[in-house]
């Protein structure tokens, strides 16, 4: 049996990932803060996953979930950090220090508390090792408009992504990124309907690609044997404006 945990798992890119690795044989965690949304997920997903209702900015309640996960099947060999949060797009001078606060607790220190506990997990189990997943973002290579905390959590999660490979190679831990532009999921309803902000300071609608693409690639890169590993991808609608000038 193979397991995974998978943050952000109610809805979007998370419940498709979760679905996707659970056709694949994996027992899944499906974790996140509504409770709803992830026994709907779990049931899709079928077989013996199970919901989890989790805070990743709590340091008890990520403690809580790698325990349940250890105590409920023994081991981890895939952890998916895919949770995450935006916040208005205001000019920067604007926006709130709550606001970068929660993007930030929630973007980059949830990944980070869900990879310490991973690490612990993964180090001592038998056989040792495993697999990390970040979900970055295009964000994490190019930002867009009125975007300051998304886009800085999301060059963060690289420079975590590397530290993790480098500090897992001695444990038999690898770590990837995948990062996604324009999967459509209801955080990117707006790009298909009214359109979003684009950098001349227009508002264009953008094209979108299926969220299954996406699960098949985390599918992908979580089945790898451990002495293989995609370091990093970039998966996006081709005809998005993001390389070259739009």
């Known amino acids: 049996m193979r397991s995974a945990i998978v ?30 949304t992830l026994v709907s997920a779990a049931a899709e997903a079928g077989g013996d996953c199970f919901a989890h209702v989790c805070d990743v900015r709590d340091p ?5 979930l790698f325990a349940a996960v250890s105590a ?5 060999d895939v952890l998916f950090n895919n949770a995450g949060i935006g916040a208005p797009a205001v000019p920067l001078e604007e926006l709130a220090v709550e606001q970068w606060r929660a993007v930030v607790d929630t973007n980059l220190t949830g990944a980070f508390l869900c990879t310490q506990e991973a690490f612990r997990l993964m180090k001592t189990q038998r056989p040792r090792g ?3 997943i970040n979900n970055g973002s295009i964000s994490a ?28 190679r ?4 690898a770590c990837s990124q995948i990062d996604i ?19 001349n300071g227009t508002t264009a609608v953008e094209p979108t690609f299926d969220v299954e693409h996406v699960a098949r690639a985390v599918v992908y890169m979580a089945t790898l044997p451990l002495d293989a590993n995609v370091q990093s991808m970039t998966l996006m609608a081709t005809a998005m404006p993001f390389v070259g000038r739009g």
């Open 181 to 199: 532009g324009n999967a459509a999921t209801e955080m990117t309803e707006r790009m298909r309907d009214g359109g979003v902000l684009q950098a």
């Open 141 to 168: 290579i190019t930002p867009r408009p009125l975007s300051a905390p998304y886009t800085a959590t999301k060059h963060a999660i690289t420079g975590l992504t590397k530290s993790t490979s480098l500090d897992g």
């Open 72 to 76: 409920r099947l023994g081991r981890l």
């Open 7 to 36: 943050t952000g798992a109610g809805q979007g890119i998370g419940r498709a990932a979760a679905v996707a690795l659970a056709r694949e044989g994996f027992t899944v965690a499906l974790a996140g803060r509504r409770a709803e």
């Open 170 to 173: 001695a444990h038999d831990i």
């Open 60 to 64: 008890s309640s990520v403690a809580e």
């Open 130 to 132: 495993g697999r990390i």
